[in-house]
């Protein structure tokens, strides 16, 4: 069930007027969990049973680990549960990736292999709610939280529908203190949800799929030479495609979740005025990139074991950072390409040693624009289906035309729209850095927010949307 259709609208619709119409509080949870297994059932009603055999696996082992007599004890339940959560999202997101490479290894040595491929579909969102469950085991072994004693909270808690399918990634630990008491009717609040839901939709069907998506797919599906404009244009297009894309539901899922009175944690803060790598990563899917932090770079021993181990365990985290999102080395060479720009910007840092010349105006803006740009570089990777495309594009950018560029690929109409669009995202990015929507809109008086709001749903209902789905939900 996507946000951007009328199902959703009339399925939020039905869900909202019963919750809010029900005085029982365990009532309401009923309800919550029984909406978003129809929200996810819809799509593919077998893989609900997944969702929920994964839930009631961590609720179990999380028991134990709390209930372990020693810390080897803890240690084993721990694992247990990193174990099957990591062996079911690799069955059915990199079993055929795994086999086709153990198949191109044995041919390297000679062996003629042709590995069985699996007809296994990817059930939706497993990527996100895997690590929704999986927070919670971990939590408990770091004694972040108390283990719940209710099946039906953490199942909620795992697959609240407005999270569930791309995010954030809520923790369980966030989530399940919310689940104690009732919320209120908060009118504020309500009506503030609704909004942030509008802003997301606009976001996504007015500006990614409306205004970007045609220019990037162009691009990034054309097989031939492209010219250096037609190149950059594409790409500048997805850096702000898939922003609004992701930005958009992530916007949704917050405000519907406030809409039934909860909160989630912002996913995104105006990444494109990152100033540097590490700020990027501070601003951009906020809720993966401090779980790798916590649960992954951490525990890798961080940047306590010195210099050079830090950059080993920053290469580490980036490079699984680009394979969670998809099953191909395009998107490890996405992360380390991170992870190398991260590396190289810790070493400057060191060189520097916080010159006072590092934070003047001037030199903020263009490590601004080359951070900026330096991501696009990286879009690349995550975009093209093939390193061959890749390949083709950044060499266009780099202004190497190859023989065979014949007339510009992209009307002119089509790069104004990315000028225009991505010309204003970068400008607004800017403005906001160090500021928040909610700050700038609770300063605007209520009859430009009225106008501004009506003019999203005007825009909204005009360009109707295509029907595409979220670009993360494939992850």
Not at 94 to 104: A, H, V
Not at 212 to 223: E, H, I, P, R, S
Not at 414 to 427: E, F, T
Request: charged share 10%.
């Amino acid at each position: 069930m996507l946000f951007n259709s009328l199902t959703f609208v009339v399925f939020f619709a039905l869900v909202l007027s019963a919750y809010w119409t029900m005085r029982s509080w365990t009532a309401r949870k009923n309800l919550l969990l029984v909406a978003s297994y129809i929200f996810y059932g819809a799509w593919n009603p077998p893989f609900a049973l997944l969702l929920f055999a994964t839930s009631a696996l961590d609720f179990y082992l999380g028991a134990r680990i709390a209930a372990a007599g020693s810390p080897r004890a803890r240690r084993a339940w721990m694992i247990t549960s990193v174990t099957v959560n990591l062996s079911s999202l690799g069955f059915f997101k990199y079993g055929n990736f795994l086999l086709t490479n153990f198949e191109w290894t044995l041919s390297k040595y000679g062996v003629a292999y042709h590995a069985p491929q699996f007809d296994v579909f990817l059930p939706i969102g497993i990527s996100f709610y895997t690590f929704h469950s999986l927070s919670y085991t971990l939590d408990v072994y770091r004694k972040v939280c108390e283990p719940t004693k209710s099946l039906r909270d953490f199942t909620l808690a795992v697959s609240f529908f407005p999270q569930l399918v791309a995010g954030p990634i809520v923790r369980a630990a966030d989530f399940l203190p919310q689940l104690v008491t009732a919320p209120g009717l908060k009118r504020g609040q309500f009506y503030w949800g609704l909004l942030l839901m509008t802003l997301g939709m606009f976001e996504k069907i007015v500006l990614a799929d409306t205004m970007l998506a045609d220019t990037a797919d162009t691009v990034f599906g054309y097989g031939g030479p492209l010219q250096a404009l037609d190149a950059w244009a594409g790409v500048l297009a997805f850096s702000g495609q898939i922003f609004f894309d992701f930005a958009g539901y992530s916007t949704c899922a917050i405000g519907a979740a406030l809409c039934l009175g909860f909160h989630l944690k912002d996913n995104f803060r105006f990444p494109y005025a990152a100033v540097g790598f590490s700020d990027f990563w501070r601003r951009w899917h906020i809720s993966l990139s401090t779980f790798l932090r916590d649960f992954l770079y951490i525990p890798l021993g961080g940047n306590r074991s010195g210099p050079v181990r830090a950059a080993i365990n920053l290469m580490i985290v980036m490079f699984i950072g680009g394979l969670w999102h998809g099953a191909a080395w395009t998107f490890a060479v996405w992360g380390l390409i991170h992870g190398v720009l991260l590396v190289i910007e810790r070493l400057v840092k060191a060189v520097t040693k916080d010159a006072a010349w590092t934070e003047a105006f001037m030199t903020r803006l263009l490590v601004g624009l080359f951070t900026y740009a330096a991501v696009c570089f990286a879009w690349v990777f995550f975009r093209a289906a093939d390193f061959s495309t890749a390949a083709r594009i950044v060499s266009a950018m780099a202004g190497r035309i190859p023989s065979g560029v014949g007339a510009a690929l992209l009307p002119t109409l089509s790069l104004w729209k990315v000028g225009v669009v991505i010309g204003g995202l970068l400008l607004a990015h800017r403005a906001l850095r160090d500021t928040s929507i909610e700050a700038v809109v609770t300063r605007m008086p209520r009859w430009l927010v009225t106008a501004l709001w009506t003019l999203m749903l005007g825009a909204i209902i005009l360009t109707q949307g295509n029907g595409h789905a979220f670009i993360y939900f494939q992850f």
